[in-house]
């Protein structure tokens, strides 16, 4: 049946969303043609490729989650996280590729939080992409300049006795903060702790919840 695609409305009176095509940029136009490339050359299918943007679409805070629960409830596993954040993830099952991951205890007395100034490094692997508010100017240049400021906007005000300590990520190196154990959650099951651990207190600008 013929219809007018400009109308304002739908038939069923839905406003339809404005196209929003534009030209590609140098970049997009260059990760084409290295695409097109590979798959004519064989080194590559473009079900792979799918195959891996998928898996890495996959990637959830529920990992990081999982590894926290795992260190709540295990000082043995504790101990390796901190140690060497990058192994004892691997040990998990979460590869987090060659970077460099270094996990970071909060306790009474400290509480870490982590940026990227330059860009949108992040612990991918472990906690999904990253939300647009740490892209944001905004979060990359303030989280430095005023922390505790930043964190009070996201609800979380810490007390002067806190000492707040700011870790910049880059490429070759990313953080994941271990936020401490709510008191009232001591006792819990691995498996029921991974609900308490939210993506923000794995950022450090949030604390963990009872999932109730
Ligand atoms: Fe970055």
Not at 25 to 36: G, H, K, L, N, S
Not at 42 to 62: C, K, V
Not at 128 to 136: A, E, R, V
């Amino acid at each position: 049946m013929p219809h007018d695609h400009h109308a304002p409305l739908s038939p069923s009176d839905h406003p339809y969303r404005d196209d929003d095509d534009t030209s590609l940029t140098y970049w997009q136009t260059m990760e084409i043609a290295v695409r097109e490339l590979l798959i004519e050359k064989g080194y590559l299918s473009a079900t792979q490729i799918q195959e891996q943007i998928n898996t890495m679409d996959e990637r959830s805070p529920a990992n990081g989650a999982a590894l926290v629960a795992k260190a709540w409830t295990d000082p043995t596993f504790k101990k390796s996280l901190i140690n060497d954040a990058g192994e004892a993830s691997r040990n998990m099952g979460f590869d987090i590729g060659p970077m460099h991951l270094i996990a970071l205890e909060n306790s009474e007395t400290v509480h870490n939080v982590i940026v990227c100034t330059l860009c949108s490094c992040y612990p991918r692997n472990l906690l999904g992409l990253p939300p647009d508010w740490y892209k944001s100017r905004a979060y990359r240049s303030r989280t430095v300049i005023e922390p505790r400021k930043v964190l009070a906007e996201f609800g979380l005000e810490l007390g002067e006795e806190i000492q707040v300590r700011v870790h910049d990520s880059t490429a070759d190196m990313r953080y994941i903060v271990v936020p401490a154990q709510p008191k009232e959650s001591i006792g819990l099951s691995e498996n029921e702790l991974k609900d308490w651990v939210t993506r923000d207190s794995m950022i450090g600008v949030g604390l963990p919840r009872s999932p109730i």
